[in-house]
T-cell receptor, first 115, second 116 residues
Framework: AQSVAQPEDQVNVAEGNPLTVKCTYS??????LFWYVQYPNRGLQFLLK??????LVKGSYGFEAEFNKSQTSFHLKKPSALVSDSALYFC?????????????FGSGTRLLVRP | NAGVTQTPKFQVLKTGQSMTLQCAQD?????MYWYRQDPGMGLRLIYY???????DKGEVPNGYNVSRLNKREFSLRLESAAPSQTSVYFC???????????????FGSGTRLTVV
């Protein structure tokens, strides 16, 4: 079965510094990978996805993610963090079972950007 | 363009009570999903409906039932609520194709359920 792991419960970074939120995956076949963000008391919002092509994927709000096949990783990055980036971030992978596609989510990483 | 609408936003139940969480999408998506979110556990799939007229169990279906009323609506029912079902519930829908369209899932804003 497909799975993703987010090894850090929380990431702390100072405003203006680069940030990385880690995600590793385990799939059979080619991975379809996603990042979502959740602000307090809100639903999840799409940030970016990787299906094929360029290993560096650019998404919303200045975020990007680097797909690394040899390390089975899909880390989320931003060159300069903002306090408003503080939120809960989820990595997800597409899973195919029982003739249906669905997303399998990681446990989430809380990002705290301090002023 | 409302996207995915969930009702209610908040609910408190007593153990043993029943209730139905409602979800509707206006994007003409075929597939709809119910997840629960618990601290440290991410989102876990309860039930899903790949298309109108079909429903299937996800990872944590026990204690829940679902109905895909039509293409727009997918409801989640708790027949006899238990404290272990205290959680935040999210409905989602997905666009056409194996890549889930442009955005993967589109999520509702959630229902915060407390069972006492």
């Amino acid at each position: 079965a497909q799975s993703v792991a987010q090894p850090e419960d929380q990431v702390n970074v100072a405003e203006g510094n680069p940030l990385t939120v880690k995600c590793t995956y385990s799939v059979s076949g080619n991975p379809y990978l996603f990042w979502y963000v959740q602000y307090p008391n809100r639903g999840l919002q799409f940030l970016l996805k990787y299906i094929t092509g360029d290993n560096l994927v650019k998404g919303s709000y200045g975020f990007e993610a680097e797909f690394n096949k040899s390390q089975t990783s899909f880390h989320l990055k931003k060159p300069s963090a903002l306090v408003s980036d503080s939120a809960l971030y989820f990595c997800a992978v597409r899973d195919y079972r029982d003739s249906s596609y669905k997303l399998i989510f990681g446990s989430g990483t809380r990002l705290l950007v301090r002023p | 363009n409302a996207g995915v609408t969930q009702t209610p936003k908040f609910q408190v139940l007593k153990t043993g009570q029943s209730m139905t969480l409602q979800c509707a999408q206006d994007m003409n998506h075929n597939s709809m999903y119910w997840y629960r979110q618990d601290p440290g556990m991410g989102l876990r799939l309860i039930y899903y409906s790949a298309s109108e007229g079909t429903t299937d169990k996800g990872e944590v279906p026990n204690g829940y039932n679902v109905s895909r009323l039509n293409k727009r609506e997918f409801s989640l029912r708790l027949e006899s609520a238990a404290p272990s079902q205290t959680s935040v519930y999210f409905c989602a829908s997905s666009g056409p194709g194996q890549g889930f369209g442009n955005y993967g899932y589109t999520f509702g804003s959630g229902t915060r359920l407390t069972v006492v």
